[in-house]
């Protein structure tokens, strides 16, 4: 089977683009996932299109004949101007400034969404508004890594203290919690945008840290004791840090093996926060640190999902 994308190219450059004769952009981005690139013989049962996205300058009208299948799929064309498309897509100006508030309530599913895929034909800009998408400014990507490892610290002795009490499900889905968190910090590292979660794992493994790490987030998943699941996460940690060591955007992070007061659960920690956190220089993005380092607040995200929704996120984070 051909990629998705590949057709999707094709029917702009035969169908599409001989009839058009405005200066445009067109593209492959959005939903899909041809898109990402993951697509396979089972992606072609629904909404599986060749299809276009065709930019073209405000207020210009474009009239198309389009074919009702392109190479056995259902053809479709779109046609946006570039400001309204992203406006309604991602509640993003392309003519104004973004600001950290925007970078953290951006659904980190959708960045990667929209700066996948492919451009076709561009002579509107549409490569440099995706350039200004590629990833988040180094400040803001700190402080994601910040409230990543926020996230992993708390945790790792909780897995041994369910576990103590039997509780052997409770400990396995704080491990499984846990195994999430080190795998998104594993995209910060590497500056990848992590998809939705149907994709989640199959990009993982495409990092250049996944044949390597995954193992050991295995060996975690598959801990039938909270002994050997928290020996397997300490494994997985020190993978982590070595990543992050490598990045050499800090100075080295050393790894210490504390117990908890007295209590038999090791907690393998390292001061990632502080050195992290040494290097920012964003007044706001400070503002935000010094409040709480919540991250991209998602879980609120959850609850306002509708792009419209997106400015009352920007209000929280900007609320004193």
Not at 259 to 288: C, H, M, N, S, Y
Request: some cysteine; proline content about 5%; glycine content about 8%.
């Amino acid at each position: 089977m051909g990629s998705g994308l590949g057709i999707c190219e094709r029917f702009y450059n035969e169908v599409v683009r001989p009839q058009v004769d405005v200066p445009h952009s067109a593209a492959l981005l959005g939903r899909g996932s041809e898109v990402l690139g993951f697509d396979d013989e089972m992606s072609t049962d629904h909404n599986c299109e060749a299809r276009a996205l065709v930019f073209v300058p405000d207020g210009v009208e474009l009239r198309l004949e389009v074919p009702e299948t392109f190479e056995g799929r259902q053809a479709l064309v779109e046609v946006h101007s570039l400001r309204a498309y992203f406006l309604e897509h991602l509640g993003f100006d392309i003519d104004a400034e973004l600001a950290p508030g925007d970078w953290l309530t951006f659904p980190e599913s959708i960045l990667r969404q929209f700066t996948a895929g492919g451009v076709f034909h561009d002579d509107l800009g549409l490569e440099a508004v995706r350039d200004r998408l590629a990833y988040y400014p180094d400040d803001v990507w700190r402080y994601l890594m910040i409230t990543a490892w926020w996230r992993v610290h708390p945790e790792m002795n909780l897995v041994g203290r369910a576990g103590y009490v039997g509780d052997e499900l409770g400990s396995a889905l704080i491990g499984a919690r846990m195994v999430e968190d080190l795998m998104r910090l594993c995209f910060l590292i590497e500056r990848q945008y992590a998809p939705y979660s149907k994709w989640f794992g199959t990009a993982f493994g495409q990092l250049s840290c996944g044949p390597s790490i995954g193992p050991l987030c295995r060996e975690v998943l598959r801990a039938e004791s909270w002994q050997e699941r928290e020996e397997a996460l300490s494994h997985a940690y020190r993978a982590v840090e070595e990543l992050h060591n490598r990045l050499a955007i800090t100075s080295p992070v050393d790894l210490d093996v504390v117990r908890l007061v007295d209590r038999p659960f090791k907690v393998v920690w390292g001061d990632f926060i502080g050195a992290l956190t040494a290097d920012i220089q964003d007044p706001e993005v400070r503002r935000l640190l010094e409040r709480w380092p919540v991250g991209g607040i998602e879980q609120v995200r959850n609850v306002l999902w509708r792009v419209p929704d997106r400015r009352q996120l920007v209000g929280l984070l900007d609320s004193r």
